[in-house]
């Protein structure tokens, strides 16, 4: 199966998967840069998650994988995703209905 493979902090990640995405995320948060080894299909997984700092090295390998690694945790499904974007649109549009910036009907 074809996938990737990704050495970050001096551990490298076999991940792969026979349909869906995976791959390295960066995200700036509070102040540090967050990476991750994570992928998506009808749920979403993370084999890594670590602070980069400069100077640290990541590199990534489009290869064949024989035995792709299990993900460190199953994050949430696709349903839950979905659950939790209505949570936080009742709560906005709760809050929006508050602050009389919309009416009932918007």
């Given at each position: 199966?074809?996938?990737?493979?990704?050495?970050?902090?001096?551990?490298?990640?076999?991940?792969?998967?026979?349909?869906?995405?995976?791959?390295?995320?960066?995200?700036?948060?509070?102040?540090?840069?967050?990476?991750?080894?994570s992928?998506?299909?009808?749920?979403?997984?993370?084999?890594?998650?670590?602070?980069?700092?400069?100077?640290?090295?990541?590199?990534?390998?489009?290869?064949?994988?024989?035995?792709?690694?299990?993900?460190?945790?199953?994050?949430?499904?696709?349903?839950?995703?979905?659950?939790n974007?209505?949570?936080?649109?009742?709560?906005?549009?709760?809050?929006?209905?508050?602050?009389?910036?919309?009416?009932?009907?918007?």
């Open positions: 199966m074809k996938g990737l493979r990704i050495k970050v902090h001096g551990k490298l990640f076999d991940v792969a998967m026979p349909q869906g995405s995976c791959g390295i995320i960066t995200t700036w948060h509070h102040g540090q840069c967050e990476v991750s080894v992928g998506a299909t009808d749920k979403f997984f993370s084999w890594y998650k670590g602070i980069l700092e400069p100077g640290d090295r990541c590199t990534v390998e489009f290869t064949d994988i024989k035995t792709p690694m299990l993900p460190e945790e199953v994050l949430f499904s696709k349903e839950e995703q979905i659950q974007a209505k949570c936080t649109y009742d709560k906005l549009h709760k809050e929006l209905l508050e602050k009389g910036l919309i009416d009932e009907n918007e």
